[in-house]
């Protein structure tokens, strides 16, 4: 069975600082990917950034940044600069590639609270 | 703007009505899925169609009852509910069931419901 944590339940910066969202996940798969998704106030989840279990090398967007470390089992996300409208809900997930691939599997959810 | 677009935003009903939620999306995607938000809850899978057969039940109570009658119209029928089933429930699509393409989710914004 998969699971995800992700340990910070609410988090709150001021606007420019960096802010690192911490998730681990627990798979049996040797194959699996993980997932990165924004909910902000409006109620949509928004698709940030899938990450296979083959792929290591940490990714950058913008003033995202992602460290997947399968050694650690960890799959944090990094904002750089926060801003206000980085407020929202993060969720972590993972799916498995075989049997029912289709379940994602979500962590509780990190609010994060940028002030101005 | 998703392209998965769900009605009502808000509902509030009596434990005696019966109410339905509806979901549509135009990105000719052939997978689709009904999740419910519980507050401090990880969401949870309900129900999931593909190319509009059911494939997944995750142990809901039969007071929610999905009907997928096209690839594009997923419907949640509600009655009998309970104050526990008060929740942000969300639909989400998809390219396909299986397969890497299957892993991103689009999301609509919700349905937030209270059973009074």
């Known amino acids: 069975a998969q699971k995800v944590t992700q340990a910070q339940t609410e988090i709150s910066v001021v606007e420019k600082e960096d802010v690192t969202l911490d998730c681990v996940y627990e798979?049996?798969?040797?194959?699996?990917?993980l997932f990165w998704y924004k909910q902000p106030p409006s109620g949509e989840l928004v698709f940030l950034i899938r990450r296979n279990s083959f792929d290591e090398q940490n990714e950058i967007s913008g003033r995202y940044s992602w460290n997947f470390q399968k050694s650690t089992s960890s799959f944090n996300f990094t904002i750089t600069a926060s801003q206000v409208v980085d407020s929202a809900v993060y969720f972590c997930?993972?799916?498995?590639?075989?049997?029912?691939?289709?379940?994602?599997?979500f962590g509780k959810g990190t609010l994060l609270t940028v002030n101005p | 703007e998703t392209g998965v677009t769900q009605t009502p935003r808000h509902l509030v009903m009596g434990m005696t009505n019966k109410k339905s939620l509806k979901c549509e999306q135009h990105l000719g995607h052939n997978a689709m899925y009904w999740y419910k938000q519980s507050a401090k809850k990880p969401l949870e899978l309900m129900f999931v169609?593909?190319?509009?057969?059911?494939?997944e039940n995750n142990s809901v109570p039969s007071r929610f009852s999905p009907e997928c009658p096209n690839s594009s119209h997923l419907f949640l029928h509600l009655h009998t509910l309970q104050p526990e089933d008060s929740a942000l429930y969300l639909c989400?699509?998809?390219?396909?069931?299986?397969?890497?393409?299957?892993?991103?989710?689009?999301f609509g914004q919700g349905t937030r419901l209270t059973v009074v």
């Open positions: 989400a699509s998809s390219q396909s069931l299986r397969g890497a393409a299957n892993t991103e989710a689009f």
């Open positions: 169609y593909s190319l509009e057969e059911r494939v």
């Open positions: 798979t049996r798969d040797t194959t699996y990917y």
């Open positions: 997930a993972s799916i498995n590639s075989g049997g029912s691939n289709y379940k994602l599997t």
